[in-house]
Every structure is written in C-alpha cells, then in structure tokens.
C-alpha cells in the first residue's frame, strides 16, 4: 500500500509541476500586468509629490499674503476707527458753534456730564452760549459810518502846504 501512496504522491507531484508550469507562464504575464501597473502607480504618486510641493509653495505664499492681508485689515480697521471717532467730534463742535457756544473746547469737556444734549447744557451752563445778535461790522465794533468831512481835510493841508485853494465847481 505503501508503494500505491508513493505513486499518488507521485503522479500528484507531477500534475502540479505541470499545473505550476503552466500558472508560471500565466504567472509571468501577469507578473508582468501588475509590474506596469505598480509603475503607472509609482508615476501617478511621484506626479502627486510633485503637485503636492507645487501647492504646499503656494500655499505658504499664500499664508504670507494672508499675513499681510490681515496686517493692512487691522491697519485699516484701526484708521477706520479713528476717522469715525473724528468725524463725531467735528459733528458735536458744529452743532455746539451753531448753537451760539462761545467756547466750544470748554462746552465739549462738560457736554459729557448732560449725555450730549446741547439744549440741556446750553440751559444748565447759559455763559457758555452767546444769543445770536447781528454782527455790527467787519471787526465786531459798531459801524462808525462813512467818513464826511466835506474836503475840510483837503483844504487844511493846502493852507498848511500854502497851496492855492482849489475852486468847486458849484
């Protein structure tokens, strides 16, 4: 029986050297399929690589601009702020010069104390304010009028310069 085994073992030895003949050709085929795939493969990855580098350079210039976005973005903001808080300011000495203030500096530091009502300051602290009284002249002074001296002036220093008076054409 033994003999009997030997020859299965045999005959099974041989029909998978044939067997492994045959998928060793099959097996060189497809080694050969799965050799250009794993290139193709390694070519997509180093095409990758390479466009990852691209966009990890891009990516920093980015950052970098972002930066300097985010730089001018608080400058501005800050320039922003200023310009609106100027801008409240020169609205309140306006609105102070057009209700009369004498001193707009002085009415501003105790405008604070009535929340920002002028009419209220302007009856609680009635010095700070002038009424609205027309201006007399150009400097402020009461107009003295024209001058009329009838040519006495002329005359006077003529007499004095001792010219000949000058004849009028009456």
Not at 27 to 51: K, S
Not at 95 to 105: H, I, P
Request: hydrophobic share 35%; proline share 1%.
């Amino acid at each position: 029986m033994k003999g009997k085994i030997n020859d299965d073992k045999s005959q099974t030895n041989q029909g998978a050297t044939q067997v492994d003949a045959q998928i060793g050709s099959e097996d060189n085929a497809t080694a050969i399929d799965y050799a250009a795939e794993i290139a193709q493969r390694d070519t997509r990855i180093a095409e990758a690589d390479e466009r990852i580098a691209e966009l990890e350079v891009a990516l920093e210039a980015t950052n970098e601009k972002s930066e300097e976005l985010k730089a001018c973005n608080e400058t501005l903001q800050t320039e922003n702020e200023q310009l609106k808080a100027q801008a409240e300011t020169d609205r309140m000495n306006f609105a102070l010069a057009l209700a009369g203030c004498r001193n707009v500096k002085a009415a501003c530091a105790v405008l604070d104390d009535y929340n920002g009502d002028i009419e209220a300051l302007k009856s609680a602290e009635p010095w700070l304010f002038a009424a609205h009284a027309e201006a007399n002249g150009a400097t402020g002074l009461p107009n003295a009028g024209a001058a009329k001296d009838d040519g006495k002036d002329e005359r006077r220093w003529r007499r004095l310069a001792g010219l000949s008076q000058k004849k009028s054409n009456d």
